[in-house]
């Protein structure tokens, strides 16, 4: 994608690069690389009006340059003037237009698909992001289409994007984990087991898997190999424990002991680990969560 950049706060760096950057273009305004360079430094510091100003500019000198279009575009999408963008992106949507990079065409219909999910057009995103991830696959663009589909309920669309993202780019475990998901969503539960095995494989710390695990094996009907995997958690969390006393590894067991109903010795490490890290947000919210549910049982 042209590349959402937040605020960059605090980088002298960049703005040295600005000053110089300034100083050749008030010598030659024409520089093309130069104010492209200074558009992604405004882009980067958040300077959207700047950026707008600049490729403007250029956009005037090189009206048939695909790359500029789609930059204007963008920056309209952040200052969000979302018609104003979409207009700019149709030239590049268009299939009989020749002469337009691969990756410039892939850019405009991710950003199409981001205007029409802003826009409360949702239903419309998915069939330009599956066109950009066919003409030019990226992680992010996987992964938006994949979220894209579950956010609208449609968990088949979900699981063949993240089976796709699978073949592209093996063994990302968050391609995996989604597709463990959207099978879980789909009820598929022994499919969402042998999804998430080879994550187990490879995990250093495997007890949060076990107990994702767990759940599935409860899903599918085997509470035996549920029980099994519940208590292999405990074991390997009281082993990193041991080996590293840290707030997470104590919230770590804790969550274990919780899925085993062990409450007050998951109270007990969470309240540990707070005495370690007092602002750990994750354990204050687990002892809500503990303590919410010690409240109901009784």
Not at 48 to 64: S, T
Not at 102 to 109: G, I, L, V, W
């Amino acid at each position: 994608m042209y590349g959402f950049a937040p605020a960059a706060f605090g980088h002298p760096a960049l703005h040295d690069t600005l000053s110089e950057l300034d100083q050749h273009l008030d010598a030659d305004p024409n520089q093309r690389e130069d104010r492209l360079h200074r558009n992604h430094i405004y882009r980067k510091l958040g300077r959207w009006q700047d950026a707008l100003v600049d490729i403007n500019r250029l956009e005037k000198q090189y009206p048939n340059d695909t790359t500029i279009r789609g930059l204007r575009a963008q920056i309209l999408v952040e200052l969000g003037q979302l018609s104003r963008a979409e207009d700019a992106l149709i030239p590049l949507l268009n299939r009989k237009a020749a002469n337009i990079p691969t990756r410039d065409r892939a850019d405009a219909h991710a950003l199409m698909a981001r205007i029409l999910d802003a826009s409360n057009r949702t239903a419309k995103a998915p069939q330009h992001l599956e066109t950009a991830l066919n003409l030019a696959p990226t992680m992010e663009r996987v992964t938006t289409l994949a979220r894209l589909y579950d956010r609208q309920g449609l968990y088949k669309q979900a699981r063949d994007t993240w089976r796709k993202g699978l073949r592209i780019f093996p063994e990302t475990t968050v391609f995996r984990l989604g597709l463990v998901a959207a099978e879980r969503s789909l009820g598929r539960y022994s499919h969402a087991i042998r999804a998430l095995n080879p994550v187990l494989a490879h995990a250093r710390v495997q007890s949060r898997w076990l107990r994702l695990r767990a759940e599935l094996y409860e899903q599918n009907g085997q509470p035996t190999e549920a029980a099994n995997d519940r208590k292999a958690a405990l074991k390997q969390a009281n082993q990193r424990v041991r080996k590293r006393r840290t707030p997470l590894s104590l919230l770590e067991r804790a969550r274990a002991h919780q899925a085993l109903g062990n409450t007050n010795h998951a109270l007990g490490d969470v309240n540990t680990a707070l005495t370690l890290q007092p602002g750990l947000r994750q354990a204050h919210e687990l002892r809500q969560e503990l303590e919410l549910g010690s409240r109901i049982k009784h």
